[in-house]
């Protein structure tokens, strides 16, 4: 038993001690009890037989009876050294079974547990990578002391494997090897830093774990890895993201400049309720400040943004706690929107986002004052939930809204659920001290109170209330014959107290009550609660100090009382009394005082939230949630002074072009740009020397070869996240452009190179159909990567004719279009020739007009934002409508454009039954209205989408426009570029279409312009503003050409 | 990171316990008991507990406690979070999370959690890979395995862990090919007792369920992508391709899950599709007291209400009610003072109604305040934030 014992840590020890005390005891004590521990062991022995018998199933029903027993948590152990043969079994299930017993045991029964550890030591060896994985698995979590040599082994081996997968599984097990032996630290961290700097996905979550366990303080380690981490953190999974962010903003706190201005922390308050005028001013002070943000910095707030959608709330409160603690002030309003949706989420994560929000909302209220209405509390709250939504309530409570809060607390206080009544007494005790203008409307608002029914919320208001007159005694006389009143009838003892001070405090503003209600306690003394207690000794005491004369006898009687009190406060406290106001020879010096002592301006007390002392934790952290230190928690380090050298982030001349490269990819903030593109993670394994080049240059490659460079620098120019953060981010820019483009030069050359030595994987893509080769080498042919190489294949023909202008194109188009694109997504957004035959067969709806080209609508490159005015509301009364083309493919018919109508009601009144009337449309076309709208409630806006057939043409589609009393007349007259629908199809159709419309067909027109002016991508941009086209991959630069079909006839337009 | 767990059902048994570290003793869940005694209520027990050498983070569903031990610091959101994922995947395997179906399943449970964390750490936590290492039992299964003596652990070994696209697994395969999407919102909403609208927001929730060969990848559009301007997606969605054209674009994992949750807020009010009457007195004289509350459709776009289910915390004194439906059926538990009316669905002719007596306990005083009235109802094929259903789904796959 004594290595039974071992396995627990000192605290539970004892508990086990005892338990196995009484078990002792049972098999001692007479028949039953000893009856039942001998079935139990001869159970146990037929498990052992069922074990040691040759049939699988046997032996699966026993280890499955075993499971079911550790599950319980009763004792197998016994069983050891049968389980531990099985471990070779050739049966998964069973061998997984015995694993998980192993795991439970091993410490237990170190010597036979060595039994089994070559059988993982062989496992480590094969071939499979998942076999390997999960032999480290087991063995690292083996925790038997003498195997600690092997684990060592066997995780650095491990972390050199090839397999993502197995160096995830060795990041695991160096947090295991360290909880079991800590002295392997400094050998353990050389893993985690070789580790480090792999760029897995997979491996990243795991390995800064096992950092954040071992060597939390070795920040230095990371600072090589810091942009990596950055730009890999939107495909890590889900729990890794957690950790690597918590890190991050603990790194970010050490190594970055603060980005708040230094008076930011006195003026927070009053920031708050002129949020927007002060986030403008802002603004104009960073521009005149000198402090700019490092990139590096902004690289990380920037690339969790996305985060905030995650579905797991655990991601989303990690990047808001990043946005509170390491982001500009101004910035980080954006996670109040992510955390006030949390909150429709389980009980125990609103309890904890509540927290988090409670201690935002004292320092910045401006960020949640727009959410004040999610916070108000449903009566399906549990209790804790509703007090936090109070807390946050009072902390958002300024001159605006009090109004509003008030008339919710007072449904609140009717509430059956009477804790929650209290706390919102307390609560409007609260606002009425923070906001001065409210304190007489609650004051007199807590007084109707004290005639409620509820003993509770009376008692209360009535300690609330002692707390609001004590902040300004002068004029409340009233209000305290009334509570002397009250005495008669309240129990609570807090409340009678509260009284018994109050008059005490006031008692010459009451001189007939007070020595009255003091007489009255004089009889009941000795019932009272010993908090009365006290406080109707103070009463006495200011009494007699004021008005000794009526008191003197009431005090001394009470002073008698009070000396023979079985509570030894209330002797201490009398004795002390007596001494201190009854004139006596040994009375000293301080009895003269003894009035000022008793009757001293008392200061008012502060009314504070609980949640105030709270941030100097983390946010999201266990210790947050509890305020203390959690064990391990990690102090997060004040801002530094002056920025530590930010260069010892810059990676050596090789690795910056991998680093950057992928740096601008991930600009763009694409969580999926990893579908396809395993060449990333598996290249580096392959062959890392020679792919630092190929890789930019393949990325510069797909860029036109998927003829979709134009959709991405619309994309930049419409969707730039970065457009707020001005020129810094133009400089950093320009600086990864420059180290693009010095790559580049040496990608080509290693391109050329290789290209003599194999035709093959010549071309720039060879990073891709490496990995293609891989993955199918290793028997787990990915169907997507497959089908990719297929087209591929299809496209290297044209790949290779354009391949001249594309490396000259490729410098180019990095400067312009540094942020990603996406060369995997592509092919299902605009499917490229080589699509498959069957569902080039699907496809309908397209007449084709040669068997061997396909036209195939793909969806739009880019939907303009313009609204057009249907019907103004001058003319409409009230009534708005704007219509917009959403460039949709219409579900109302094949032939129709897509109509987006916005209506608005701008009266203040309901406008009911919104309907279409009398088409008046010209022969041949058609309309699909929408459904009559019942109404439309003042203010409010409702869109419809509606399908016009415009027989190709821009004729006008006349209507009416009709409410419940009015009609109006509104046309809709379609722009040509929006009859379009955008196709995809390669050059080569694209030629053969084209030559096909001459004549009637054709019309052409040249344009100037200064070519300088007009880099390719803007003349798309203007493009596809006005027409829904598509893009057609062209291979001469200087020829720009988008496709798009007509809805009635196919033919395709140039331009 | 996570310790322990431990399974304690609502009459304080601790029915299962997993450990992935070093054994800690079950006497550490007396200081959950301890809380969970002060509460009062089940959902009242605080979700994070310090002791003195360990942190309990509980979450509670289906009747049973998740108790998670853990020693270190760890942001609690992790933790709570990781629990709801056991739970649901539990439900994912068994149908239904209650103590009968894991004490049935023990070795499958122990099976699962054993793949779902490594020393602590969350290993695999997607559905699909997890029923590719462990299959769920189904009757089919058992009988098959009792005969045959092959087992619920897959003798393939996963792919999905390996792949850039971890939520799906490889090689499915199905003669009918289908998807659908089903968009299901809930409004929530706070009335006064005038009957105007306090706040009111919209959840809504996009659940799938593909089955479809292969690798497909999937686009969905919205006519009026715009509603959704507060969204949180599976993470198998792009999110560059919503951020810039406002389209869903996923390769989708196998079989049920949630492809996007978003919120409307209550910036832009919203229509009530119902409304409640109500007429409740209590009387200072009498012991007795009337009650009436009638339902009606209010702006449903001719859709029926369904599903109708009212219910409210009557106040303690309250002794019992003899009230008499005009259809469905009603109960009143005099123990918790519940009254619950089962409704079904709302005839815009007929208007459902519930009238009758409230007879109060005898001295006791009249209650201050009306009780909270609880609706919950259902309409079919009506978005109520006025989001069409997603437009067209093309599908690419080879």
């Known amino acids: 038993m004594s290595s039974n014992s071992f396995a627990y840590n000192e605290q539970s020890g004892g508990g086990e001690a005892t338990e196995l005390g009484q078990e002792a005891t049972s098999t001692i004590s007479p028949s039953g009890a000893f009856g039942l521990f001998s079935s139990d062991l001869k159970k146990n022995e037929d498990l052992k037989q069922m074990l040691e018998s040759n049939k699988d199933s046997a032996k699966l029903d026993a280890m499955k009876r075993i499971v079911g027993m550790i599950a319980k948590g009763k004792n197998a152990s016994e069983l050891f050294p049968a389980v531990v ?179 930011d922390g006195l003026e927070d308050n009053e920031k708050s309720f002129y949020d927007s005028d002060d986030e403008q001013k802002e603004k104009t002070d960073k521009r005149k400040k000198p402090y700019t943000m490092d990139p590096d910095h902004r690289l990380l707030i920037r690339n969790t943004k996305p985060l905030l959608q995650s579905r797991n709330a655990a991601v989303v409160m990690a990047v808001a706690q990043l946005y509170w603690h390491i982001s500009p002030k101004s910035e980080a309003g954006i996670i109040s929107k992510s955390l006030v949706r949390l909150l429709r989420s389980n009980r125990e994560v609103q309890y904890i986002v509540l927290q988090n929000i409670a201690t935002m909302s004292i320092q910045r209220k401006g ?54 009544a209290a706390a919102t007494i307390q609560t409007i005790g609260r606002c009425a001290t923070n906001i001065s203008e409210v304190t007489d409307t609650c004051l007199s608002g807590l007084v109707c109170l004290l005639s409620n029914r509820d003993e509770i919320v009376v008692a209360e208001s009535v300690v609330v209330i002692k707390k609001l007159l004590q902040m300004q005694p002068a004029q409340h006389g009233e209000i305290i014959k009334h509570m002397a009143k009250l005495l008669d009838s309240i129990t609570v003892p807090v409340a009678r107290a509260s009284i018994l001070w109050l008059i005490g405090e006031n008692c010459e503003r009451v001189p007939k009550i007070a020595p009255d209600v003091l007489r009255k306690m004089a009889k009941s003394f000795t019932s009272e609660d010993d908090l009365v207690k006290l406080q109707i000794l103070n009463l006495g005491a200011k009494l007699y100090l004021t008005n000794s004369k009526q008191t003197k006898l009431l005090t001394q009687y009470i002073l008698n009382l009070g000396k023979y009190d079985q509570n030894y406060d209330i002797r201490d406290r009398t004795r002390f009394i007596r001494q201190l106001i009854v004139p006596n020879e040994k009375s000293g010096a301080l009895s003269k005082y003894a009035k000022k002592i008793f009757l001293a301006q008392k200061p008012a007390p502060l009314l504070e939230s609980p949640f105030k002392d709270r941030d100097h934790f983390q946010l999201g952290t266990l210790s947050h949630t509890l305020n203390a230190k959690a064990a391990g928690y990690l102090e997060l380090s004040n801002w530094p002074e002056v920025a530590p050298d930010p260069s010892v ?160 194109l490729a410098t180019d188009a990095s400067l312009l279009d540094l942020d990603d694109f996406n060369p995997v997504s592509t092919p299902v957004a605009l499917p490229t020739p080589a699509l498959s035959p069957s569902l080039i067969a699907d496809l309908e709806g397209l007449n084709l007009s040669t068997s061997s080209s396909v036209i195939s609508v793909s969806t739009p490159v880019f939907v303009p934002m313009k609204t057009h005015v249907l019907l103004h509301r001058m003319s409409g009364k009230g009534l708005a409508a704007h219509y917009s083309f959403p460039r949709q493919p219409c579900i109302f018919g094949d032939k129709m454009v897509s109509v987006q109508i916005t209506l608005n009601n701008t009266t203040d009144k309901k406008i009911e039954n919104i309907h279409i009337r009398e088409k008046k449309l010209p022969i041949g076309m058609q309309m699909h209205v929408f459904n009559p709208i019942e109404s439309l409630e003042p203010e409010g806006s409702i869109t419809v989408s509606m399908g016009i057939d415009f027989c190709d043409s821009t004729q006008t589609a006349s209507f009416q426009l009709c409410t419940k009393d009015d009609c109006f007349s509104v046309n809709i007259q379609p722009p040509v570029g929006e009859l ?76 | ?82 629990l709801h994922r056991v739970v649901d995947t539990f439900q994912d395997y068994f149908g239904v999370c209650s103590e009968p179906v894991i004490k049935d399943n023990v070795v499958v449970v122990y099976e699962v959690l054993e793949e779902m964390l490594d020393n602590g750490f969350p290993l695999a936590t ?35 862990q390996l792949s850039v696209v971890p939520w799906r697994r490889t090689g499915v395969k199905y003669t009918n090919n289908e998807a ?62 919503w951020e810039s054209e406002r389209i869903l674009s996923f390769i989708p994992p196998d079989g049920n899950f949630r492809l996007l949750s978003y919120h409307v807020s209550a910036q832009n009010l919203v229509a009530i599709p119902v409304y409640v009457k109500h007429n409740i007195s209590f009387r200072d004289s009498t012991s007795l007291g009337r009650f009436e509350i009638t339902v009606g459709p209010k702006q449903t776009m001719g859709k029926t209400i369904e599903g109708v289910i009212v219910t409210s915390q009557m106040p303690k004194g309250v002794l019992n009610m003899s009230l008499s439906p005009s259809q469905g059926t009603h109960t009143f538990d005099p123990v918790t003072k519940m009254l619950s009316w089962d409704v079904g669905k709302i005839n815009p002719q007929k208007l459902p109604s519930l009238k009758g007596t409230v007879s109060l306990q005898a001295g006791a005083s009249r209650p201050d305040e009306n009780p909270t009235i609880n609706l919950q109802f259902k309409i079919q094929q009506l978005a109520i934030s006025g989001l069409n259903p997603p437009l067209f789904a093309k599908e690419d796959w080879p």
């Open chain 2, 1 to 82: 990171m996570i310790h322990s767990l431990f399974l304690i059902n609502s009459s304080g048994d601790i029915f299962l316990e997993k450990h992935w570290k070093s054994v800690v003793s079950r006497s550490v869940c007396d200081y959950f008991f301890e809380a969970q005694e002060r509460a009062t209520e089940a959902e009242n027990v605080p979700p994070v507990i310090p002791t003195p050498h360990h942190y309990l983070l509980s979450v509670y569903r289906h009747k049973i406690f998740f108790v998670a031990v853990i020693q270190t610091e760890v942001p609690p959101l992790f933790v709570i979070e990781f």
């Open chain 1, 649 to 808: 982030r810059n990676v050596e001349v090789i690795d910056l072009a991998k680093e950057w490269t992928p740096a601008g990819k991930a600009k763009n903030e694409n969580p999926t740009k990893k579908f396809y593109s395993e060449s990333e993670e598996e290249e580096d394994s392959s062959d890392s020397s020679s792919d630092s080049g190929s890789e930019s240059g393949s990325e510069s490659g797909e860029e036109d070869e998927e003829g979709d460079s134009s959709e991405d620098s619309s994309e930049d120019s419409s969707s730039e996240p970065e457009s707020e953060s001005g020129h810094q981010s133009d400089t950093e820019n320009r600086r990864a452009a420059k180290r693009n483009s010095k790559t580049k030069g040496k990608g080509d050359s290693k391109d050329g190179k290789k290209e003599n030595e194999k035709s093959k994987t010549s071309d720039s893509s060879n990073a891709e159909s490496s990995s293609v080769e891989e993955s199918s080498s290793d028997s787990e042919s990915e169907s997507e990567s497959e089908s990719e190489s297929e087209s591929r294949k299809v496209t290297k023909e044209k790949e290779k004719k354009a391949k001249q202008d594309r490396n000259r």
């Open chain 2, 126 to 160: 997607e559905s699909n890979i997890l029923k590719e290492l462990i299959k769920p039992p189904t009757i089919l299964r058992t009988v098959v395995n009792t005969i045959t003596g092959s087992t619920n652990v897959g003798d393939q070994l996963p792919t999905g």
């Open chain 1, 85 to 263: 043969k099985n471990v070779a079994s050739k049966n998964i299930e069973i061998k997984k079974l015995v694993y998980v017993y192993l795991v439970r045991y091993a410490e237990e029964q170190q010597d036979l547990a060595l039994l089994s550890i070559s059988t993982f030591q062989r496992a480590l060896k094969d071939p499979n990578q998942l076999i390997r994985a999960s032999a480290l698995r087991v063995l690292s979590s083996i925790r038997v002391p003498i195997i600690v040599p092997i684990m060592m082994l066997a995780i650095k081996e491990a972390a050199a494997d090839l397999s993502p997968y197995v160096r995830k599984n060795a990041a695991h097990a160096i947090q295991k090897l360290y909880s079991l032996d800590p002295e392997q630290k400094e050998m353990l961290i050389e893993v985690i830093e070789k580790l480090l700097k792999d760029k897995s996905i997979l491996v990243a979550g795991s390995v800064v774990m096992a950092f954040e366990e071992v060597c939390p303080d070795r920040i230095d380690l990371i600072h090589k890895n810091y942009r990596k981490l950055c730009n890999l953190l939107v495909d890590v999974e889900e729990w890794g993201q957690v950790v690597i962010i918590h890190m991050l903003t603990r790194y970010a706190r050490t190594q970055f400049v603060s980005p708040w201005r230094e008076d």
């Open chain 1, 367 to 420: 960020m949640f004052e727009p959410y004040l209405k999610s916070f108000y509390v449903r009566s399906t709250d549990p209790t804790m939930i509703k007090t936090l939504k109070l807390e946050i309530l009072t902390n958002l409570a300024n001159e605006a809204n009090i109004s509003t809060l008030l008339r919710e607390f007072q449904t609140y206080v009717k509430s059956q659920d009477k804790q929650f």
């Open chain 2, 180 to 241: 659908y999407f089903d968009v299901v919102e809930e409004i929530d909403a706070i009335i006064d007792k005038s009957g105007s609208t306090i706040t009111a927001e919209i959840q809504g929730v996009i659940d799938a369920c593909v089955k479809l060969t292969g690798m497909p990848d999937l686009t969905l559009s919205f006519m009026n992508p715009r509603l959704l301007d507060d969204v949180s997606f599976h993470p198998c969605v792009r999110f560059k391709r």
């Open chain 1, 980 to 1055: 379009l629908l955008p196709v995809a199809m390669s050059e080569k159709d694209f030629k053969k279409e084209q030559g096909m419309l001459t004549g009637m067909n054709e019309t052409s027109a040249t344009i100037i312009t200064a070519p300088q002016n007009f880099p390719p991508s803007v003349i798309l941009q203007k493009v596809i503003n006005v027409a829904n086209a598509g893009v057609v991959p062209s291979g001469q630069d200087n020829i720009h050409r988008s496709s798009s079909k007509s809805l009635e006839r196919p033919d395709a337009s140039v331009s």
